[in-house]
């Protein structure tokens, strides 16, 4: 499995933007799915996204559509979520997890092999 690691989170201001980093050690990283997930104090974990091995289809939950957008660069070994016009609500740890196939499915700790540490994000005035 790999070794992820995140980075970039921070505080923004409501309407601002951040890129969030998931750097991967290991050389099958072109081989999974990649899943961005966030946790808000007091709430459940939540699927934000996905992206497919070879970075051809991306799947985002509702309340992010249009407003984050996922990248790989397979060659980095990293996957990217830009995140733009940010809502007090969009508040969390924001994880990266490395998918058990080369396809997204269900956003659940089930679909995943492998996680990263966590990085905050924090969107407030």
């Known amino acids: 499995q790999l070794q992820l690691v995140e980075s970039g989170g921070t505080l923004v201001q409501p309407g601002g933007s951040l890129r969030l980093s998931c750097a991967a050690s290991g050389s099958t990283f072109d081989n999974y799915a990649i899943y961005w997930f966030r946790q808000a104090p007091g709430k459940e974990r939540e699927g934000v996204s996905c992206?497919?091995?070879?970075?051809?289809?991306?799947y985002y939950t509702d309340s992010v559509k249009g407003r984050f957008t996922i990248s790989r660069i397979n060659a980095k070994n990293t996957v990217y979520l830009q995140m733009n016009s940010l809502k007090p609500e969009d508040t969390a740890v924001y994880s990266c997890?490395?998918?058990?196939?080369?396809?997204?499915?269900?956003?659940?700790?089930?679909?995943?092999?492998?996680w990263g540490q966590g990085t905050q994000v924090t969107v407030s005035s």
């Open positions: 997890a490395q998918g058990r196939t080369s396809r997204c499915s269900t956003y659940a700790v089930s679909s995943t092999a492998a």
């Open positions: 992206i497919t091995s070879g970075g051809g289809n991306t």
